[in-house]
């Protein structure tokens, strides 16, 4: 047409314009009426006067853009050219803006409907249920549904499908029920994507029976997906008897497909039953059903966790002959499961093949191997992944610096560890507890109270400080023979519940019995006997200088110790029986009014026994 020198009317635009919004073409369909107003003829005050059915064009067009500045402006331009806005325009202004969570602005619309005396249709009471649904707001959407009907508009298949599947994924069991009769009375059909969800609302509210006469009543015309939907909503609340039936309700009628296999595959995952999740796996050939990625990488996850990692081994086996694409992913579960096994032979021979295959490590996987060899202290091969990450670049990792936080720890590294966390702190996240803690341990070895107090004090601001922290902060003070205020932290441990770990009884233990304060070690040890913390050797050996100290031989002293050997309660009881007989009620010792009685009253005792 340009070229035969024939201008494009407006009908033309607009049908070009109407061509490339259905082709998804936005920004072809902006550029087209860009040059199009360019080289027509403008108004009086320098714009152009579109249609009716320009304008509709216009703000389906940018609304589907996205461009939410310019769909206002345009329909403002409507307004002030005095084109009246039809049901379309109304309609796909509510569509644009409630798409984009501008329910303000649907609202508006609305009210703005009725000053234009443009009654809403059955599409503009769809798109509102649908619209406040998806903005949870149930009731709104409830009201549209009721208003629809009082305005003699009859709720078709979509208004009535879209309140359900809100009432079901809300648990409204008795309105679903009810709104389902009523479709059953109006001849509307429930589709898959809604029948699934009723399935699931009912296996949710514990509702088995109706759960499963409901799949049953559908199952005849479930496809594959359906199923799928169906045999989750079972599996994923432990119910694996019903997902075992409606499995083989679906191999009946001959719809196994690959997303049936995965989803029972994932049910029997969650009921702990590998064994038939496998069955599941090497059924799938027999069916002529190719196991996918999604197959062997939730068998490799779930093997690995149950650490199985040679089973987990096998299905990587299997992924590599399928020749299917793998990344570090299924690699690094497997490998995290033979950390966990101690086979540190198999983890350095799958990142060897990881190499190899030119699978790239993520900053999880260098984490895991990190962390593996600082737990057994190998500083030198730990510090040789952390140069292979820094070669990698990915050095901006929280996982990799709490990894490397736990080694230096390990090795008593204090600069670096200094140095590392200040990395870990300059990341846009939480700062973790762990690498917190190991701070204040290394804090603590090197006595270095300000900087573990500064910790510990910012860990309490934000409600972080957890038994471990208070702990160590415990054996710092006592290190430094500053009793009372590891007196302060223990009563505070005390009364907030934090006192439940052998670690933690065992420093308050150690903190009295070197302040001199022998009763109150003996009644932590009660607490730790009555809350069935079991006592460890260096329990034992921090109540052992209370028996020296009030002049206990030590042949009953050795007779205590290999009493505790036996640890049953009645050793233990008799331990403390041992140590409060020591101590008077005024937290000083006994020894000076018991005299040569002490001894005869422990014999008594251990012999009793």
């Not at 049901?87 to 009210?111: C, D, P, Y």
């Not at 009723?198 to 509702?207: D, I, K, Q």
């Amino acid at each position: 047409m340009c070229k035969r020198g024939l201008v494009p009317d407006e009908v033309t635009m607009s049908t070009v314009l109407h061509a490339h919004k259905k082709a998804g073409e936005y920004e072809k369909a902006e550029l087209f009426f860009q040059r199009w107003s360019s080289e027509s003829d403008t108004g009086l005050d320098g714009h152009l006067c579109y249609s009716l059915y320009t304008y509709n064009t216009l703000i389906d067009t940018y609304g589907k853009a996205g461009q939410l500045e310019k769909v206002s402006d345009m329909f403002n331009q409507m307004l002030r050219e005095g084109v009246a806005p039809s049901i379309i325009t109304f309609n796909t202004l509510i569509h644009v803006w409630g798409k984009h969570h501008k329910m303000e602005q649907v609202a508006s619309l609305v009210r703005m409907m009725e000053e234009f005396q443009c009654l809403p249709d059955t599409r503009t009471y769809n798109t509102l249920i649908s619209l406040y649904r998806e903005s949870n707001e149930i009731d709104v959407a409830e009201h549209y549904f009721c208003k629809m009907k009082a305005e003699k508009l009859v709720p078709d298949v979509v208004s009535c499908r879209t309140l359900l599947y809100g009432y079901c994924t809300r648990g409204m069991v008795s309105k679903a029920e009810a709104l389902v009769k009523e479709m059953d009375e109006s001849g509307l059909v429930i589709d898959e994507y809604t029948q699934s969800a009723l399935t699931r609302m009912y296996v949710n509210a514990g509702m088995l029976e109706q759960s499963w006469c409901w799949f049953e009543r559908f199952c005849n015309q479930m496809d594959s997906e359906c199923f799928s939907a169906n045999i989750d909503a079972f599996g994923k609340k432990g119910y694996i008897n019903l997902a075992e039936k409606a499995f083989m309700c679906c191999l009946e009628r001959k719809m196994l497909s690959v997303s049936v296999c995965n989803v029972m595959i994932k049910a029997y995952g969650l009921a702990e039953k590998l064994g038939e999740a496998c069955e599941i796996a090497a059924g799938m050939e027999r069916y002529g059903i190719l196991p996918d990625y999604l197959t062997y990488s939730s068998l490799i996850q779930l093997l690995s966790t149950a650490k199985l990692p040679e089973k987990a081994l096998y299905y990587l086996r299997k992924m590599q002959a399928a020749k299917m694409p793998i990344d570090c992913v299924p690699y690094s579960v497997v490998i995290d499961s033979f950390t966990k096994n101690g086979n540190l032979h198999m983890v350095e021979c799958l990142f060897r093949e990881m190499v190899t295959l030119g699978v790239h490590a993520d900053a999880y996987v260098y984490s895991i191997l990190i962390d593996t060899y600082a737990e057994v202290g190998n500083v030198q091969q730990a510090a040789a992944f952390f140069g292979l990450v820094t070669k990698a670049g990915l050095c901006e990792s929280a996982s990799i610096y709490n990894s490397l936080i736990k080694l230096y720890t390990k090795a008593g590294y204090l600069a670096e560890a200094q140095k590392t966390y200040k990395l870990l702190k300059s990341l846009d996240t939480d700062t973790n507890l762990y690498a917190s803690n190991c701070m204040i341990g290394l804090y603590s070895d090197h006595c270095m109270v300000n900087e573990a107090r500064e910790l510990f004090e910012n860990l309490k601001i934000t409600g972080s400080a957890n038994e471990f922290s208070y702990a160590m902060m415990v054996c710092l003070y006592k290190k430094v023979a500053r009793y009372d205020e590891a007196h302060r932290i223990s009563k505070e441990m005390q009364a907030l519940g934090l006192l439940t770990q052998a670690l933690s009884y065992n420093s308050v233990i150690q903190m009295y019995v070197s302040g001199g304060k022998m009763e109150e070690a003996v009644k932590i040890f009660q607490k730790m006997l009555a809350s069935s913390t079991p006592p460890n050797d260096v329990t034992f050996k921090a109540l052992k200088p209370i028996l020296v100290k009030e002049g206990v031989s030590n042949s009953e002293i050795a007779k205590l110790e290999s009493l505790r050997r036996c640890n049953t309660q009645d050793c233990l009881n008799q331990w403390y029986r041992a140590l409060a007989l020591v101590v008077r009620s005024d937290g000083t010792t006994s020894r000076h009014t018991m005299g040569h009685s002490c001894t005869r009253i422990h014999s008594f005792y251990i012999d009793s026994f």
